[in-house]
């Protein structure tokens, strides 16, 4: 008989992509939100789930909700959304109205404090 060994969490997160927190700069996994180094939570982006990277940002124009702009615009383009409608608020984005990617220093420090302030508010 074949045994299998199962695959660790270690193996996992070795097979995926890595980036810099938006925050701090240390080097983590894409799926993972909470920087272990500074603390800070970053947004997610709402097609993929992953989180959002300095220089691959868009909002959905009408509820302002992030995505990564290569994977929303692959998406529309795919057909993966329903009418090419935003998952979060159910409207159809028109790919031609995605502004070109923001200066996210705006968004970043907008987000580092509603985090910040959604933890003193529970602790």
């Known amino acids: 008989n074949i045994v299998q060994k199962p695959v660790t969490d270690d ?6 992509n890595t980036s810099p927190c938006m925050y701090c700069g240390f080097t983590m ?7 272990p180094n500074c603390k800070n939570i970053s947004p997610f982006c709402m097609i993929t789930g992953l989180r959002m990277p300095k220089g691959d940002w868009a909002n959905c124009p009408h509820c302002s909700f992030p995505a990564r702009k290569s994977a929303l615009l692959e998406a529309i383009q795919n057909g993966q959304l329903a009418e090419g409608a935003c998952p979060m608020c159910d409207t159809a984005i028109d790919p031609a109205t995605l502004p070109e990617a923001p200066d996210t220093a705006a968004f970043i420090s907008e987000y580092k404090a509603l985090f910040q ?5 529970s602790g």
């Open 29 to 35: 996994v894409d799926s993972q939100l909470d920087c």
């Open 11 to 16: 193996s996992k997160e070795a097979n995926e």
């Open 117 to 121: 302030a959604a933890d003193t508010s």
